[in-house]
């Protein structure tokens, strides 16, 4: 199974930057959205591939975050949210059920600004979304989880980690907190792949900052430790133009 994923940095901006024709292109099984900014209302009109069915879960507020799952591959079940009304407002966890695991969309809480949401997101956020990943993998199937997961986890990922430490995304809080997720029994796909620097995922739209690669790597396939022997490649597609983030993908079979 071949799995995509992209922060699309609003999912109508990207259907006119050329989304379908990207999927139609790259000819995924699954495509896991976030940063929709959108209800299934606000994109009525566009006409998907065809073979896929999508599924949303959007904030309750208008035009922000949301996540949203195409596949052509039937998922046993759909969920929605990780079972906390203090974390499900905004749309950012979205799973569906195939036969050997678990594919978990997420756009997880940046920190902000000024660090204003961090005590949130490495305090709150964090451990309830590992408790959940938890229950999933006690269900009896391995999880994998994707999406803009807004850290930078090592020094390799991110062109400048010297002058950007306590900046968000990249503070030891945060970065102590993906070691922890992973500790708790789970593996960076790209990285079982991939040892090399220079390799990113989102990049500043100022400065020219994508041409000259100054960027980070903040999308990520996670997986359980249990699916290592089936990941067949994992790969980061700087080339795609249509949002601040590129695709990042998975195979798994």
């Not at 609003?10 to 495509?31: M, Q």
């Not at 979205?94 to 695991?101: G, M, Q, S």
């Not at 678990?102 to 949401?117: A, E, F, H």
Request: net charge positive; hydrophobic share 35%; charged share 25%.
């Amino acid at each position: 199974m071949r799995i995509i994923s992209w922060n699309v940095n609003g999912v109508r901006a990207a259907h006119r930057k050329g989304l379908l024709d990207y999927i139609k292109a790259s000819d995924a099984d699954v495509y896991c959205l976030q940063e929709t900014k959108a209800h299934p209302g606000d994109v009525q009109h566009v006409e998907w591939p065809r073979g896929y069915e999508i599924h949303w879960y959007s904030a309750e507020k208008k035009g922000y975050s949301g996540t949203a799952v195409l596949t052509r591959v039937r998922p046993l079940a759909v969920k929605t949210g990780i079972g906390s009304p203090a974390h499900d407002r905004e749309g950012r966890v979205l799973a569906v059920e195939f036969a050997d695991f678990w594919l978990v969309d997420v756009y997880q809480p940046n920190s902000q600004r000024g660090l204003t949401r961090l005590d949130y997101r490495v305090g709150e956020w964090d451990p309830a979304f590992r408790r959940y990943l938890k229950r999933l993998e006690s269900k009896g199937k391995p999880a994998v989880f994707c999406g803009d997961l807004n850290v930078a986890h090592q020094d390799i990922d991110l062109a400048n980690p010297k002058t950007n430490k306590r900046n968000a995304g990249f503070t030891d809080e945060e970065r102590g907190s993906f070691t922890k997720l992973l500790d708790s029994g789970f593996v960076d796909t790209f990285r079982s792949f991939n040892k090399d620097g220079g390799h990113y995922s989102w990049w500043s739209q100022m400065g020219d900052c994508r041409a000259r690669n100054i960027g980070w790597r903040v999308d990520y396939f996670v997986a359980s430790e249990k699916l290592v022997p089936a990941l067949k490649g994992a790969w980061i597609s700087p080339e795609v133009m249509g949002s601040d983030h590129c695709p990042v993908g998975l195979e798994i079979g």
